[in-house]
């Protein structure tokens, strides 16, 4: 289901906030301001989180399944005690080459990944007005 489209797919679903910095110069007030985004949107969405992972100082590029996200997915697989992954953006997952294969290995263990950053939520829009035509057009 489209998260974009249908954001109460996510209410009462259990997540993990996944926050990462490259450098650990500055990262606790990086990973600090992502959590917080995180958390306001799984309040927003009302999930319920169980786990917070900060991984400061990790390199987003290589390899393409770092050690965190092998952990992550272990967990899934062996606990299954959580159903998302929130993060800020796709760069918190990878910066390299491979997104697509990262979230799909996500997909197949049962974790749907969320990026904060892209999320739109569609209750909050406007409906759009529609000009009634009068006889004057």
Known sequence: MDVLHHPESLRGRRYIAYARCASKQGSTQ????QLRLIRQFGN???M?????????????RTPLLR????MLLARKCNEDDYDVL?????????????????EA?????????????????????????????????
């Open 30 to 33: 990086s990973l600090r301001r």
């Open 105 to 137: 290995f996500f997909m197949f263990c049962g974790v749907q990944i969320v990026y904060v950053a892209t999320y739109t939520p569609t209750a909050r829009r406007r409906p759009i007005q529609r000009r009634q035509r009068g006889n004057d057009e």
């Open 44 to 46: 927003r969405c009302k």
């Open 67 to 70: 050690w965190d996200l092998s």
């Open 48 to 60: 319920r989180c169980v786990d917070v992972v900060r991984s400061p100082g990790l390199n987003g």
């Open 86 to 102: 929130v993060m800020e953006d796709p760069a918190r997952l990878t910066r390299a080459n491979g997104l697509g294969r990262l």
